[in-house]
Each structure stands twice: as C-alpha cells, then as structure tokens.
C-alpha cells in the first residue's frame, strides 16, 4: 500500500499506482504459493509419480 502511494504522489497518475499494487500483490501471492506447496517425486512401481503436499490451506 505505501509502494503504491508514492508512486501516485511520484507521478501524479493513479493509474500507474493501481498497476504497482496489482503486480506487487502477484509478487506476494506467488512467493507465499511457492513456500506452501511442496511438490515432491515418488518412484513407485518404475513409474515417476508427482505427488503434491500442502502444508496448510492456500486459500
């Protein structure tokens, strides 16, 4: 929310505010998806298996 705020105050364009909070807000999503899901390979049977594992809930 600050980040967005001086960029408005910087620039004078609140669209260019909006589109900070949105990609920082995908950054943020991303790097939390990244630390909760933990995606593990199992070879079962000679067969590679992808197994996803949640930590917790994502959402």
Not at 9 to 37: C, F, M, P, R, S
């Amino acid at each position: 929310m600050i980040a967005t705020e001086i960029v408005v105050v910087a620039t004078h364009n609140l669209a260019l505010g909006v589109l900070t909070g949105v990609l920082l807000a995908a950054l943020l999503l991303a790097n939390k998806l990244e630390n909760d899901i933990q995606v593990e390979n199992l070879n079962l049977r000679r067969r590679f298996l992808q197994k996803r594992k949640r930590k917790r809930r994502i959402i």
